[in-house]
């Protein structure tokens, strides 16, 4: 079945360090990929996506991109924030299979 | 509207109650999740509904269970339930699977087990 493996955590950074959250995955085919966030006492919500190899999913500052050849998504930021302390969530989904596949996710915290 | 709706978002019940859970979402997405989250754990899948029908039970015990009155609703009804159910009750909604498979999440329900 499909898997993923995240970055152990937590992760504890200093406000505008560098960020990497290291993901990678076992699907069948060429799953899409999701970065998905939840903040304190909240649902989750997605950060970003990539469906194809090479494809870079970017938002709020974050990056990820879909590397085929090494199955991984890892997660990125230049110059974290206070307010991007959460638990970051990595998931692949294959096509015709509604389920995502959670990683256990990562918790970041940042001091100012 | 990208939102999904959960109520309530705070529910205590003991074990001899019945009580429901409800979602909501106005995207027209076709397909509607159930998940549970544990804390520290991530959320894990108990149903999925396509088109308004089960189309994946996680072999929940029976004292769940889902319904999908209509495209636009979910319903989890709670029989029963024991202690080590409490968790964040987590609904969710997409288009569909692969790439379509972006869900967008409601703010959940927390519920305590008495």
């Known amino acids: 079945g499909d898997s993923v493996t995240q970055m152990e955590g937590p992760v504890t950074l200093s406000e505008e360090a560098f960020l990497t959250i290291n993901c990678t995955y076992t699907?069948?085919?060429?799953?899409?990929l999701f970065w998905y966030v939840q903040y304190p006492g909240e649902g989750l919500q997605l950060l970003l996506k990539?469906?194809?190899?090479?494809d870079k999913g970017s938002n709020k500052g974050f990056e990820a991109t879909y590397r085929k050849e090494t199955t991984s998504f890892h997660l990125e930021k230049g110059s974290v924030q206070v307010s991007d302390s959460a638990v970051y969530f990595c998931?692949?989904?294959?096509?015709?299979?509604?389920?995502?596949?959670f990683g256990t996710g990562t918790r970041l915290t940042i001091i100012p | 509207d990208t939102e999904v709706t959960q109520t309530p978002k705070h529910l205590v019940m003991g074990m001899t109650n019945k009580k429901s859970l409800k979602c909501e979402q106005h995207?027209?997405?076709?397909?509607m999740y159930w998940y549970k989250q544990k804390a520290k754990k991530p959320p894990e899948l108990m149903f999925v509904?396509?088109?308004?029908?089960?189309?994946i039970n996680e072999s929940v015990p029976s004292r769940f269970s889902p319904e999908c009155p209509n495209s636009s609703l979910l319903n989890l009804h709670l029989h029963a339930l024991q202690p080590e159910d409490s968790a964040l009750y987590l609904c969710?909604?997409?288009?569909?699977?692969?790439?379509?498979?972006?869900?967008?999440f409601g703010p959940g329900t927390r519920l305590t087990v008495l």
């Open positions: 969710a909604s997409s288009q569909g699977s692969g790439v379509y498979n972006e869900q967008f």
């Open positions: 699907a069948t085919g060429y799953p899409s």
């Open positions: 990539a469906t194809k190899a090479d």
């Open positions: 998931a692949p989904s294959r096509g015709g299979n509604e389920k995502l596949t």
């Open positions: 995207m027209g997405h076709r397909a």
């Open positions: 509904y396509s088109y308004e029908k089960l189309s």
